[in-house]
């Protein structure tokens, strides 16, 4: 699951196909030029607070597991 808004992943793959159909052909010049013109996105979040949460040991070592499935810090997959 994608955490832009759909109208920004729109906006980026047309983009993204801008850049690909004419970007071989461009100069080095033309390259920078564009790069210096392009919008830089910037995801605005509240900023975060500690909490402290008491777990049952088994309900913690399930977390541990499936954040090493996928490859994760535990603390992170909580946050998530």
């Not at 729109?10 to 850049?19: G, I, S, T």
Request: charged letters at 35%; zero cysteines.
């Amino acid at each position: 699951m994608s955490k832009l808004p759909l109208r920004i992943r729109v906006k980026l793959k047309k983009e993204a196909r801008e850049w690909d159909s004419s970007g071989g052909r461009k100069e080095t010049e033309e390259i920078s030029q564009r790069i210096d013109k392009a919008e830089l996105f910037v995801a605005h979040r509240p900023p975060r607070q500690p909490v402290s949460v008491r777990l049952d040991p088994f309900d913690l070592a399930m977390v541990k597991r499936l954040a090493r499935r996928k490859g994760i810090p535990f603390t992170q997959l909580m946050s998530m």
